[in-house]
Each structure stands twice: as C-alpha cells, then as structure tokens.
C-alpha cells in the first residue's frame, strides 16, 4: 500500500526525531482511529512532514525558476516564490490535519445510510437461529453495505483471528466507530447478550427506529433541496441574466476602456464565475444527500 511505503520512507529519514512532537497532535487521534486508516498517530504525523518536505522539494524550485522567468529584479521572484511556498506548506498541513476527520465524517455518512437496511438484515439472520457470530461474518461478506460490512468484518475477525469474545469485540468496536447509531446497536447488542435478551426480536426493533429516522431525514433533505434549488434559481440565474443585461445597456451609452471592461467583467460572470457557483452548488447537494 501507498500508506506503508510512504511510512516506511519517513521513518527512515527522520529516524525518531520527531518523536517529542507527536503529542501536540493528540486531538486527531480519535478521528484517525475513526478514519480505519490504520495508521498510529506517530505514524501519521510522521507521514505529514515527510509529504510536507517533499512538496518543499518539488515546488521550491519550480517556482523559483518560473519566478525568475516572470518578474526582472531577483529579489522579488525570490520573495515571492518564498510566500507562495509558505501557503502551499500550510496548505499541505492543513490538509493532512483535516483528513482524518473528513474522512472518518464521510465513513459516518456511509454507515447511517446503510444501517437501516444492514440491521434489517441482521434481524433476519438472528431470527433464523444462527450463531450471533455467524451474523456478523455473513454481514463482512455483503460488501453492499459498505462501510457497516467492514464493522462486522473487524468484529468477526477479533474473535476468529485474536479469540475475543462477541460482546468484548462489540465494545471495542463500538468504541472506533465514526458512527453514533452504529455505537449505539453495538452497545445495545452487547447488553442483550450478557442479559440473555431476544438478539432478533432487539435487532428488528432497532431496524424499525432507523428506518422511521432514515424516511425522516429524506423528508429534510427534500425540502432542503426545493429551498436551496428556490436560491440558485432567484439568485444565482436571474442574477447573473439581470447584470449581463443591465452591463449590456450600460455598455450602449458608454465606449473605450469602460466597453472592454464591462465586456471582460460579462465574460468572467459567463464562463467562469457562473460555472464555479453551479459546480459549488451541486458539490453542496451532495455534500447534503443522506445516502
């Protein structure tokens, strides 16, 4: 894996010096765990700064060269190539800061729109006698329920490769999961097991709460969309008709350099700033979807 390569590479150039450091990043690793990168937070953070060091050594001198190619006096290139730098470093780190959590939010959005129908199917399978391990290893091999298939994979796995029992798995699981609901049945299942309870009848009545909050967040995401479709519309749209329209006009009564401005600025709105917006927007729909 790329991950692994890029590790071991870091570990060897830094070779523990970075060590001392690794704790100022302590609020990350409960979203790194979340995120299933499998990676320790010394890991990453190693990781970070290596990616960062090779972005410096790439770009630096790229930019460096087009730079002095752009400006005559060498001083300005040179101070402009270290400003742009800068931002591209922290835009680098910033990145890498986020992603565990951007990435352990788009695995939470992933479970909660499966679980519905994922429980519904573990339901079934524990009403029809099986072992309650069994269902979470028939659960592992139905990859259409993406992410809550790979929750049940780790839980079969820790009593089939490390011996751990169900309920002790489900703890721990519950405990990495990006998911509320998902902790939730997780907790749920345990204490039904060490109680003794009914796993089917438990099982079926949690899929029906899920699935009456799954209809509801659809309803929000409808009325959602009809508001922000109303927006981009009024907006968006009819803005962008009413000022090249209204440019237009003013571009009659006028001439010189206000003509060619109020044409660029036509120009920008057209294909640029209305192509952007339009893209933002759909980025933002789907950013919204609940599945």
């Known amino acids: ?26 609020s990350i690793k409960p979203d790194l765990q979340r995120a299933n990168l499998n990676l320790s937070l010394t890991e990453y953070i190693y ?28 001083s300005v290139a ?13 835009g680098t780190f910033f990145i890498f800061y986020t ?31 099986a072992p309650p391990p069994m269902m979470f290893k028939v659960l592992s091999q139905f990859k259409e329920y993406g992410e809550v298939s790979k929750e049940a994979e780790k839980i079969y796995r820790d ?15 519950a405990g990495r ?18 109680t003794g309870g009914n796993i089917g009848n438990f099982l079926h009545e949690r899929s029906r709460l899920f699935i009456q909050e799954y209809r509801r967040r659809l309803r929000q995401y409808s009325q959602t969309i009809s508001f922000l ?30 003509t060619l401005l109020l044409t660029f600025v036509q120009f920008l709105v057209v294909f640029i700033v209305l192509p952007f917006v339009s893209l933002g927007f759909i980025v933002l729909l789907k950013s919204l979807a609940p599945a």
């Not at 992603?99 to 994922?118: D, W």
């Not at 999961?177 to 060490?194: A, D, I, N, Q, R």
């Not at 329209?245 to 571009?251: K, N, P, R, T, V």
């Open 1 to 26: 894996m790329a991950w692994d390569k890029i590790k071991e590479l870091s570990f060897r150039f830094f070779k523990g010096t970075l060590e001392p450091y690794v704790t100022y990043f302590e």
């Open 47 to 74: 990781i970070t700064f290596f990616v960062m060091l090779l972005v410096f050594v790439v770009e630096f001198p790229l930019i460096v060269i087009i730079t002095s190619l752009l400006f005559k006096t060498v």
């Open 78 to 90: 040179f101070l402009f190539s270290i400003t742009l730098t800068i931002f591209l470093e922290i």
């Open 99 to 129: 992603y565990p959590t951007v990435t352990a939010n788009r695995r939470r959005k992933n479970i909660e729109s499966s679980l519905p129908f994922a429980t519904t199917y573990m339901a079934t399978i524990a009403s029809s006698g």
């Open 159 to 173: 009593i089939e490769a490390f011996g751990m029992d169900l309920p002790s798995s489900l703890r721990k699981t």
């Open 177 to 194: 999961t990006p998911s509320p609901e998902l902790k939730e049945l997780f907790w749920g299942l345990e204490t039904v097991l060490t």
């Open 229 to 258: 479709i109303e927006i981009y519309l009024t907006v968006i749209l009819v803005g962008s008709i009413f000022f090249v329209i209204m440019s237009a006009l003013m571009s009659m009564f006028s001439g010189g350099q206000t």
